[in-house]
Every structure is written in C-alpha cells, then in structure tokens.
Nanobody
Framework: QVPLVESGGGLAQPGGSLSLSCANSGALAAINVMGWYRQAPTESRELVAT???????KFADSVRGRFTISIDNAKDTVYLRMDSLKPEDTAVYYCYAEGATTILGRARDFWGQGTQVTVSS
C-alpha cells in the first residue's frame, strides 16, 4: 500500500501558481511531520517545506515567501501552494511524512511516488 497519495502539479508559466496536496492513504497510524521535497534532473533530493502537526514550519530559502504549506490534521493531509513560480522550481515533488504504521511504533520516513511540476513558458 502506497503510504502517501499525492495530487496536483503539472505545467505552469513563470510567475504562475500551482497547488499540491498529499494525504495519508491509511497506512500510517501516527504522523509527526508532513511536507514536500523535490528532485530536479541530475540533482539531489532537497527540502521544499515541512510542517508539524502543531504547525511548526520549515522552508527552503529558495521558496520562502513564495510557497505556503498547511496541514489538515483531521484528514492527515498536507497542502503546498506555490506562487510566483520560476523555471528553477521545475522538479519532481515528493510528499514526505515522518510517522509510524502503528500508534506506538518507531517513527521513520515515508514517501509518496512523486508528481511532476514544470515551470516553462
């Protein structure tokens, strides 16, 4: 079972906007943090933004002020709003969660399958 189910992404023009969402498929019984990483061709996977269940947020310097992250704890769903997009934002975006498959289980990292975001005119 895929632990995290992503939706959104696609093609946008520079300066445009896109939104991503990611939900717990039900495989995770406990989640501490959710967020997004991205990987461009020939690059390493990098942090985009994360948010804890209490609302603590982290952003990459390259997206701070342009991207917004939010979480719906009741739905175990994280949202990423991407504004003022740049061509360098083009990448595969991966949903991330730190959580466990059982309530008392040891927390570890979980990943979605990835969704393509392309910024081009």
């Amino acid at each position: 079972q895929v632990p995290l189910v992503e939706s959104g992404g696609g093609l946008a023009q520079p300066g445009g906007s896109l939104s991503l969402s990611c939900a717990n498929s039900g495989a995770l019984a406990a989640i501490n943090v959710m967020g997004w990483y991205r990987q461009a061709p020939t690059e390493s996977r990098e942090l985009v933004a994360t948010i804890s269940r209490s609302g603590g947020r982290k952003f990459a310097d390259s997206v701070r002020g342009r991207f917004t992250i939010s979480i719906d704890n009741a739905k175990d769903t994280v949202y990423l709003r991407m504004d003022s997009l740049k061509p360098e934002d083009t990448a595969v975006y991966y949903c991330y969660a730190e959580g466990a498959t059982t309530i008392l289980g040891r927390a570890r990292d979980f990943w979605g399958q990835g969704t393509q975001v392309t910024v081009s005119s």
